[in-house]
């Protein structure tokens, strides 16, 4: 038995230690549980955002128990630079990660990404499930980033026979599962859509909300045995493409009351380079092949209810995993985070998918629900970017703010989420490449994007819209309004030259 002063020797040795080392994994049973959820290619149709179509009433739920960002944008509008931006907290253009293919570790071998640093300076148990880093196009997710093995499910998925031409491997099957990368267009088109009479878990998602349940359950144990605090990365595949999800999910909709796109050419004087047909879409059929083919009202109808029945699906998926939190009592001390990795358009524009520096396909949801930080059922119109959540995450657990390797260009919008008119961004920033590389400044009211290719001296093309007068984007008023691509240029000048596209 221990002398009485040998206990209290130790005690306070062990105090000491708590008290010398902030930030440290002696401090992990403090720690706030991190889930964030990732959905792919949702734009903001939801009931939360105002969308008066959208049947969403778990992320609603979800939205009232803390912060909606209502001018959240991604930093790039496809999905693996996208979800590099949230997991690195660094833009595109300062990584070189621009690709479907691009290699986070051949580019930065010793990133750390969001969970790396969750575990590093937080002890934190990390894992992932389904959609997180991107798989496919040539790349396999980044197995350095988790505690664990990753929780692998598909994104393209069909039930139905006559959506594969009776099981034939697909192109967009091949691209996400890595086979035939160099043969995509000697394969077979796999359906836009699919409706069968079939159970959530025949579908990636509700296996993917079934093992975050089971990994919940046991992080619950783990953290009441060990003191073990838990970030778990949730990644849903649907609404993105192909609008596989089962029959009573289309039931919730009346196609006839659908909104059809109002505004279906390009902007008047925009750059050719900034527009978009055809591309993704064309892969799966019955979309027209020609990229300037005009869609049939039915198929444009069609692909609108497949969106949104694939939206309330996935909501259905992400109630059955908050309920559980709540099951477990474990909301108390979780921060819950949803995030969509980029928008979407439904034929505004006359651009389907995403790809593009224009509103649709770079506006985002995100709530964020922190203990004792945010007030339930609150909203901000501040600016936001993807980039953003690194940071915050960071300071919401006590951890030390990212320092890379690689750049760090999150701010923390943790003054945000304790006052909803706390200023931390003047403006969002986002990219895309395509034969030139578009980089955008959107403010509260206008979008500067300035078409340059990266590295040359050629004279930039720009387009600039005003949402105040033109929230569809009908005109590039660039000529119209010098003064304004004036003073957005300035603040585009100030960011470091686009780092090269083939790093
Ligand atoms: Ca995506």
Request: charged fraction near 20%.
């Amino acid at each position: 038995m221990p002398s009485k002063i040998q206990t209290i020797v130790t005690l306070l040795t062990l105090t000491a230690c708590c008290l010398l080392a902030p930030n440290s994994v002696a401090q992990a049973k403090e720690r706030p549980n991190v889930l964030l959820i990732l959905v792919d290619d949702l734009k903001p149709a939801l009931g939360c955002y105002g969308d008066t179509i959208a049947k969403t009433p778990h992320i609603d739920s979800l939205a009232g128990r803390g912060m909606r960002f209502d001018m959240a944008y991604c930093n790039q509008a496809v999905c693996a630079p996208s979800r590099f931006t949230l997991m690195l907290g660094s833009h595109s253009t300062s990584t070189g990660l621009y690709g479907l293919g691009s290699q986070l570790r051949q580019i930065i071998p010793e990133a750390v990404t969001m969970p790396q640093h969750f575990a590093k300076h937080g002890g934190y148990r990390t894992e992932s499930l389904g959609k997180i880093f991107h798989i496919g196009h040539g790349n396999h997710g980044d197995p350095e980033s988790f505690s664990v093995p990753h929780f692998k499910e598909k994104v393209i998925e069909y039930l139905e026979p006559d959506s594969t031409d009776g099981g034939q491997l697909t192109r967009e099957e091949a691209y996400f599962t890595n086979q035939m990368l160099d043969q995509i267009k000697s394969l077979p088109r796999g359906a836009a859509y699919e409706s069968p009479e079939a159970k959530d878990e025949d579908y990636a998602d509700g296996r993917v909300a079934a093992e975050t349940i089971q990994r919940l359950q046991a992080a619950k144990q783990r953290r009441q045995t060990e003191g073990t605090p838990f970030f778990i990365a949730a990644g849903f595949a649907r609404p993105h493409l192909p609008f596989s999800a089962p029959q009573k999910y289309w039931d919730l909709y009346d196609p006839a009351s659908l909104p059809m796109p109002e505004h279906e050419a390009l902007p008047v004087d925009a750059p050719q380079v900034a527009g978009k047909r055809g591309g993704e879409i064309s892969n799966y059929k019955p979309v027209p092949t020609q990229p300037k083919a005009e869609f049939s009202d039915d198929l444009k109808r069609n692909l609108i209810h497949g969106y949104y029945a694939s939206v309330s699906y996935v909501d259905a998926q992400i109630g059955k995993v908050v309920s559980e939190l709540d099951r477990l009592e474990l909301s108390e001390n979780t921060i819950v985070v949803l995030w969509g990795d980029h928008g979407f358009h439904l034929g505004d524009l006359g651009i389907w998918t995403k790809h593009t520096n224009y509103e649709q396909a770079n506006r985002i949801p995100i709530l964020i629900t922190a203990p004792g930080v945010t007030q339930p059922g609150t909203s901000t119109k501040q600016l936001t970017e993807s980039v953003d959540l690194f940071p915050t995450l960071s300071e919401l657990a006590g951890l030390p703010a990212p320092t890379g390797p690689q750049p760090i260009d999150g701010v923390s919008l943790v003054p945000v989420l304790q006052n909803p008119s706390a200023r931390v961004r003047e403006h969002a920033y986002h990219v895309f490449p395509k034969r030139k590389l578009g980089r955008a400044i959107r403010t509260e009211r206008h979008r500067l994007v300035q078409w340059k290719t990266i590295g040359g001296d050629d004279v930039p093309a720009l387009e600039l819209y005003d949402y105040q007068t033109d929230p569809l984007e009908t005109k590039n008023l660039a000529v119209d309004l010098p003064e304004v691509v004036k003073q957005l240029s300035i603040v585009l000048e100030k960011y470091p030259a686009p780092a090269a596209r083939d790093r």
